[in-house]
């Protein structure tokens, strides 16, 4: 049976197209404890995270939000640790920050109300949104646009997504080969030291052998 290459195409990239950028995570955080995670980004990326603090009240055994509190965060890329990002903010709360290169990235969440001996127990739940630089342009108005352009419009999001993490895969595919490539003229490089070495070695152990030998008049 023939398969139409032309429609299967379609179909695939508008099931990309519905494939959700977001993913959510929760974690615990023991008095001033700090949690960190990392997180590959290309270049020129928009990164959102919502996320909501809440401590443990031992009076209702539950977790519940304290609004006294404060969530600091913190962005590093690595591996320079430059920081992209770092604010103090609510319990309730979000951050956003832009990649300006490539790789990997550290992002990090503690609290700020808690002290050093604080035993305090938060459950922090965060939801991360990472998209395009331009999938962050403002929409259109309501009704400006027909559903038929809306569909185009997300295919091409998600076409310069596709385009991006290629270029993203071939920047670590150039940066490997040369790391290789640097790796086996280290180890050729030390492979002739090596020779030398011994070489240097066996010329030095013939000659005090044949001054030994001559002492002895044995030769």
């Not at 519940?64 to 709360?93: F, Q």
């Not at 938060?122 to 998209?131: A, E, G, K, P, Q």
């Not at 080969?177 to 066996?202: F, M, P, Y």
Request: charged share 25%; proline share 3%; hydrophobic share 40%.
């Amino acid at each position: 049976m023939a398969i139409n290459v032309t429609r299967w195409c379609i179909g695939l990239l508008m099931l990309l197209s519905v494939l959700p950028s977001v993913f959510g995570l929760y974690f615990y955080l023991e008095g001033s404890e700090q949690k960190c995670f990392s997180e590959e980004l290309p270049k020129e990326t928009i990164v959102t995270g919502h996320f909501t603090a809440e401590e443990w009240n031992e009076e209702k055994k539950t977790f519940a939000v304290n609004y006294e509190t404060g969530i600091e965060v913190v962005v590093e890329e690595m591996p320079a640790g430059k920081r992209v990002y770092a604010h103090k903010l609510k319990a309730k709360d979000q951050f956003k920050f832009t990649s300006a290169e490539s790789g990997p990235h550290v992002i990090c969440l503690f609290t700020t109300s808690a002290g050093w001996f604080s035993s305090t127990k938060t459950r922090v739940s965060l939801d991360l949104d990472i998209r395009d630089i331009l999938d962050d342009a403002p929409e259109p108005a309501e009704g400006a646009l027909s559903e038929l352009a809306l569909r185009v419009r997300e295919l091409n999001h998600r076409v310069n997504d596709i385009r991006r993490e290629q270029s993203y895969l071939r920047e670590h595919e150039r940066e490997f080969r040369d790391k290789s490539e640097a790796t086996n003229g280290h180890t050729v490089t030390w492979t002739i030291v090596q020779l030398v070495v011994l070489a240097i070695t066996c010329a030095w152990q013939m000659r005090h052998l044949r001054v030994f030998f001559e002492a002895r008049k044995m030769i």
